[in-house]
């Protein structure tokens, strides 16, 4: 079935010529470029990392509409409630297209405080909104358990897998097969000098998380993988 070409951009894309690479993206016809939350450079604390929102806000003057922006995935739980809608997710449910991602965070990449945020009353507040249904939002979920699986399903949710196997692919395949009208795409990121290769009867995204680099290897990347 139909694969969904989109990129998950690295942490300094913004510390150079970041208007000539977003041009190279609308070029290669991206379907959406996504943000991830960190305030740590997942690949090298010593390297900039961008800021969500001034990072969406950039990127918007550039693309408008032409190329859908997203998040992979915000982090529910590393902020207040109030400070989680007020600050992030109204202002993301403002833009037109979003794809909108969110887990339930991990201390992988950086230790964050954790508020113990209710991810289903954050569900029901994100779909009620208004923005959510005239701005064609979509919503999906990162993770792999039993629990995010069965969010899936309540809510007609996407969900993401962030690299991992074939089988555990597979397994989100199956539950979102079940969902007559889903409000998120089935997606899983790939590294895209060893991307995994899944066959689906399904349509789904594949999202390329694209490295830190010097712009000849950003631009060779890019070629690359949409050859």
Known sequence: MNKINSVLLPGSFFKNDYIEKTKKLIFHEIDTIYFYDHNVNPVDNKLEVYQLIDGLYKL????????????????INSRTHHTLFEDYINKLLDIKDFKLGIGTGDNKYEKRMNFSNNIEEIINQV?????????????????????????????????????GNKKNFKEKEIVYSQIKHPIGR?????????????????????????????????????????K
């Open 127 to 163: 779909q009620s909104s208004k923005q959510f249904e005239s701005n064609n939002t979509q919503l999906f979920i990162g993770g792999n358990s039993k629990e995010k699986l069965n969010l899936m399903k309540k809510y007609a949710l996407g969900i993401n897998q962030w690299m």
């Open 60 to 75: 918007y003057d550039i693309v408008k509409n032409e190329i859908s922006l997203g998040v992979c995935v915000l982090n």
């Open 186 to 226: 089935l997606s899983i990121c790939l590294n895209p000098d060893n991307p995994i290769i899944i066959e689906s009867n399904l349509s789904y995204e594949q999202i390329f998380v694209l490295k830190d680099s010097n712009n000849e290897i950003f631009y060779k990347t890019l070629d690359n993988i949409f």
